[in-house]
């Protein structure tokens, strides 16, 4: 991907999260009820999430963790609990907005900065751990594996990410999705091969001192995800 076609992507994800899809999405990622297929959607994200806080540290205090792709902020608050210093950054002004009015009162002022802006950008420095939980899902292999590369130059310990399988299940719902009219539905969700992006990562020079850890995929009936973990050697 060109960085011409990067940031007419990355255009096109900041008006559906920050206009058309907002409401949407503050309302699933709160405790308001919703429709059966957002409740899918609202249980896979809540699993997705619980692993990748499995992965971390219980004890946080004294690490630096980017949220990249915080959205409403839930995996940001959590992480600060522990103790992390988060730096939390979206596409999205509004969801950045509402992120930061969803803060508990128990968690310091300083514990969280949340940020609307690109999640791949050097000027936040350096962390120990980073989280891209569900926001490389809109890009090919090749994408995701650059994007990877650009956060694990400025990450120390691990980097945890999820992208979208390629199942039969996700590549149907994908084509359905295009057949909605172009300015009523998401944009597109690219479902990847597993193999194809673990060897991308393997051959990529600048993750040579990174190794696969864990790994798993969560599928809870409209939502279907899978984690990786990638360790610093």
């Not at 751990?129 to 594996?145: G, K, L, P, Q």
């Not at 310990?157 to 999820?162: E, F, G, I, V």
């Not at 996700?170 to 194809?196: D, Q």
Request: charged content about 25%; aromatic content about 6%.
């Amino acid at each position: 991907m060109t960085t011409a076609q990067y940031l007419e992507r990355r255009g096109e994800l900041e008006t559906y999260f920050d206009r058309t899809a907002v409401a949407a999405w503050s309302r699933l990622t709160s405790d308001a009820p919703v429709g059966r297929i957002r409740a899918t959607v609202r249980a896979g994200r809540d699993e997705m999430r619980q692993t990748l806080l499995s992965w971390l540290p219980q004890d946080m205090r004294g690490a630096r963790l980017l949220d990249a792709g915080c959205g409403t902020g839930a995996l940001s608050i959590d992480a600060a609990r522990r103790g992390a210093d988060v730096v939390a950054v979206d596409i999205s002004p509004t969801l950045v907005a509402i992120a930061g009015k969803r803060v508990p009162v128990d968690i310091g002022t300083r514990a969280i900065q949340f940020i609307a802006a690109d999640m791949l950008d050097p000027r936040f420095g350096r962390f120990d751990f980073v989280v891209a939980m569900d926001s490389m899902i809109h890009y090919r292999s090749a994408d995701i594996t650059r994007m990877v590369a650009g956060l694990a130059a400025r990450t120390s310990h691990a980097l945890l990410m999820t992208f979208a399988p390629k199942t039969p299940a996700l590549a149907l719902m994908h084509a359905v999705g295009r057949a909605f009219p172009r300015g009523n539905r998401a944009p597109a969700i690219e479902p990847v091969s597993e193999s194809k992006l673990r060897a991308m990562i393997v051959d990529h020079p600048d993750l040579k001192d990174w190794r696969f850890g864990r790994h798993r995929r969560i599928a809870s009936s409209f939502y279907k995800s899978h984690a990786l973990e990638l360790l610093a050697s």
